[in-house]
């Protein structure tokens, strides 16, 4: 069979779909990029705000419009909020969140999928490399207790649920085997890790970094109260990357209070000083909601003077659209149309200087980068890849094949802005034997 896989939201979607993608491999069936020539598409939708359900539903049926004759198997949030409305969608298969961890078996079932032994993948081939991903995403955890007003993806997900860490650390030698050299680990509430198995994040950490050799790992999405001293200190190894993507969703006490965040201002204030000082070169970033219901010209200030004094490397703006089945959508006072996009493009502004001044802060440095892909530019062939705290570095390689170049971790001499990319240009340093994969 033909396999195309498709998803749409967050890493946590990416580690599922990553997972699908090893094991239809394994049964011997072949990943391909377009719609058109899949036997079989499946697509893992999203469902965190109402414009995400819409372009799911879009997806499916584009997906259905671009190859009649292709079943089709819809999992994700929307199926598992909707499913009698994603089932009217003529999709050949619904599978809910409760069942997507079997979804290559159900799939291979229901749908009469024959295994093809011969063609499977061969030893130290990654179905990664077939999606075009050149990181992976480990699924560790999912689900959430807590209940942000806004947030629809714990009802969609449910109760937490840890993976076993030694399953987690196989799956991480397994893919270094096959040639990936940087692991994302990810969840709904990742750093709710071990909450229902006696453990910890920091733990899980620990594990990994003793029992696999994968030069970098890196976190997913992390709530700013989950972090204390001991986490903080786990980052003196250096295969733990400097960059933490921390959601604060407002800089204001009483929309913070409204939204049923457990954090502060204050307390987000000082973290972000401990890490910075204990941890050189740490790239933070962060979610923002605008215009959430009863975001006074007051609280609005006070959410931009905090971003202004954060000095973020980079933000997720996001504008507040009421969710059904979320206590925020009968909220009093929504926040006007025209106000919501003023703010916002107020904010993007703010970000996009302050991840200017990060990216100029390394101009004159070297970062091992690794290299992940090539993409080109006129006549020109460029390689492109993240430093250790995740800012994107593109080079010409003069004089050496670019693909070779891939999956590789280099010293590189940051030279300048690459505004275009809105990263940073970088030439190889004469060192490149130093490849640490």
Not at 143 to 161: D, K, L, M, W
Request: net charge neutral; aromatic share 6%.
């Amino acid at each position: 069979m033909r396999i195309q896989l498709k998803t749409l939201g967050c890493r946590l979607n990416e580690a599922e779909l990553e997972t699908w993608a090893r094991d239809f491999k394994a049964k011997g069936h072949d990943l391909v990029d377009a719609s058109e020539t899949a036997d079989l598409v499946v697509f893992n939708s999203c469902a965190v705000t109402q414009d995400a359900v819409r372009k799911s539903r879009h997806q499916v049926r584009k997906a259905a419009r671009e190859n009649p004759g292709a079943k089709i198997v819809l999992a994700g949030c929307y199926a598992s909020l909707n499913p009698s409305e994603a089932e009217s969608l003529g999709v050949d298969l619904v599978i809910t969140n409760q069942e997507k961890q079997h979804l290559v078996e159900i799939t291979s079932r229901v749908l009469n999928l024959k295994n093809m032994p011969s063609s499977a993948t061969l030893p130290g081939e990654s179905a990664l490399f077939k999606l075009g991903r050149h990181r992976a995403f480990i699924k560790v955890q999912d689900g959430c207790r807590y209940r942000c007003t806004y947030c629809i993806v714990t009802v969609a997900r449910g109760e937490e649920r840890s993976r076993p860490a030694h399953a987690v650390v196989e799956e991480i030698n397994q893919l270094h085997a096959e040639g990936i050299q940087e692991a994302v680990l990810t969840g709904v509430h990742l750093g709710g890790y071990g909450s229902d198995a006696k453990s910890s994040l920091t733990r899980l950490i620990e594990r990994v970094l003793e029992g696999t050799k994968i030069p970098r790992i890196r976190l997913g999405s992390l709530e700013p109260w989950d972090i204390g001293d001991d986490f903080i200190e786990l980052f003196q190894h250096p295969r733990l990357m400097p960059h933490l993507h921390l959601p604060v969703q407002s800089g204001s006490d009483t929309v913070l209070r409204r939204m049923a965040r457990r954090g502060r201002e204050a307390d987000y204030r000082d973290l972000v000083k401990r890490l910075r000082h204990h941890i050189p070169g740490i790239n933070i970033t962060t979610d923002l909601i605008v215009g959430f219901p009863g975001e006074s010209d007051v609280e609005w200030n006070e959410t931009l003077q905090f971003v202004k004094d954060m000095r973020f490397g980079d933000l997720h703006i996001f504008s507040f659209s009421p969710r059904p089945g979320t206590l925020a959508a009968g909220m009093k006072d929504p926040v006007p149309g025209p106000v919501k996009k003023e703010r916002s493009l107020t904010l993007h502004a703010v970000a996009a200087t302050q991840k200017r001044e990060t990216l100029a802060r390394e101009i004159g440095g070297y970062q091992p980068v690794l290299f992940e892909g090539v993409r080109r530019d006129g006549d020109k062939t460029l390689l492109q890849g993240y430093t250790p705290n995740y800012l994107k570095v593109t080079i010409e390689p003069r004089g050496q094949d670019p693909a070779s170049l891939s999956f590789q971790i280099l010293p590189t001499l940051l030279s300048a802005l690459d505004e275009r990319e809105q990263g940073l240009l970088g030439t190889l340093s004469a060192a490149t034997s130093t490849n640490q994969g």
